[in-house]
């Protein structure tokens, strides 16, 4: 059975305070207006990133305690739209309500009596928002035939990511006896806010796998890695979940993860996914438009860039963050090491404009030049070393969820604060310049959805790595390994049911 699609409507803080300008008014009347969104088409759900805020002009609204418009608004409106490719969205406020809001009659007569109209103008459906007094939207799609489906979220991205959840469709998850400590820190509501927020972890190797583990133990109920790698022994040193047996039954970074993952997990009812496919294939990224947040933990260039656009284009902040190790030329001993942290995001500057991606390296990663040794030795480049060290490899992570936890928690008020560095040599924590460049190509992409410039395609070394993987799982060598490894599993749940029957391992 296929799930329905799911929707949602997200837009940055820009477009936010824009139409809170306007809908909550100082004599707290309804009002409305009209705005023009970009669809952005995940594999499982569609978003309405919202764009351009189009204010009636005089005579076409008139506000007489809740607030009427003429069908010439939304025709100019939908033309404008049309002339883009956008759809448009009717927005009205509820200035003394809270949190979600159900529509009232006139609400549902109104929008559906142009769902048809605002669908022929511009090809798109209509979408319709309503802003509560206490800042929460909410949001539905009508069909061109005039059948509304709920949205399950809005999103406003800013400093601080602010969702309001459809607690119908997405009710807050039963706090678990052993989350005590976590809710402690932070209380309920924001547990329950946070724990719905559904988190993509692209890069399962050691930053991504941790960053993935942390995330279940804290309860979200939604957490998947995406990874096309293999598990090899120069992972050992710093995965410490992962063993000998793992790599003789050639189990997949993310098999390897899911795994994890599903022994960390502190949700009740855990909704834990892995994919094994990479990011700059079509698939893999039709994927990542169904998430809230992204963490980047991944160091070539191409998928670097394909999530660098994604965090613009498609209003899903990016939380990217490395480490670079410094040893001495001959190899005796550390110069420095750095590592360093920040969220992608409209507002943020990109990885290109803070120097964390070279888009010339793009192309040569795309055209698998960056693997091959001949390339390397005619262009002078030095192979890439990717030097990493078990006890340093943990710091990037937690700088990665430090951001994570800004974003979304916003302590003290305050939401993610930039792009950080740290430098191990001194131990000094550097806020890097956050200057926006208004040429720059991924930001000026912002909001464009499925109109954005497709960076995926096929990914070469990624078929031929499932491809090997999938060969060598066949063997009759690997396939009783695996078989044993299963029976061993099983037995320990059973033991462990047995010695801790609320346990839900
Ligand atoms: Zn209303
Ligand atoms: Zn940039």
Known sequence: MTRPRRFSAAMPGTVDDALRLHLLRDDGQEDICLVTYAPSTGASRTSALLKEVVLPKPGERSVHGNASFTGDYVVRVASIAAAQGLGIALAHSHPHGSGWQQMSGPDEDAERSFAHLAHAITGHELFGLTVAGDHAW???????????????????????????????????????????????????????????????????????????????????????????????????????????????????????????????????????????????????????????????????????????????????????????????????????????????????????????????????????????????RQSGRQKPARQNVAALAISPAASQLAQFVSLVVAPGGLGEPGPLQYVLSTHQLIALPTSLNPECFFERTTGLGDARVELTGVHESAERTRAARRRAQRSTRIRLARAGDRLLTSAQRKWTELTCPESRL
């Not at 400093?159 to 932070?186: C, F, K, Y």
């Open 138 to 376: 909410s949001a539905r799609r009508w069909n061109a035939d005039a059948r509304c489906t709920e949205a399950e979220s809005v999103r406003v991205v800013d400093s601080h990511l602010r969702v309001t959840w459809n607690e119908a469709l997405r009710p807050v998850p039963m706090p678990q006896d052993s989350q005590i400590r976590t809710i402690s820190g932070w209380g309920e509501q924001i547990q329950g806010l946070l724990t719905r927020l559904r988190v993509l972890v692209v890069g399962a190797g050691s930053i991504g796998h941790d960053i993935a583990i942390r995330l279940a133990a804290t309860g979200l109920l939604h957490v998947a890695v995406m990874d096309f790698d293999d598990l090899e022994r120069v992972n050992l040193d710093r995965m410490p979940t992962a063993t000998w047996i793992d790599v003789a039954l050639r189990r997949g970074k993310v098999e390897h993860a899911l795994r994890q993952l599903r022994l960390a997990a502190t949700a009740g009812r855990p909704d834990l996914h892995g994919f094994e496919d990479s990011i700059c294939e079509d698939l893999g990224q039709r994927i990542a438009l169904d998430y809230d947040v992204i963490f980047s933990c991944v160091d070539r260039p191409w998928p670097r860039a394909v999530l660098n656009q994604l965090a613009y284009s498609d209003l899903i902040p990016v939380i990217d963050g490395g480490i670079a190790i410094d040893p001495f030329a001959d190899g005796n001993g550390m110069r420095n090491a750095t590592w360093r942290s920040h969220v992608l995001r409209p507002g943020r500057p990109c990885m290109v404009c803070t120097r964390q991606l070279n888009p010339a390296d793009v192309t040569l990663d795309q055209q698998g030049l960056l693997e091959d040794p001949e390339y390397i």
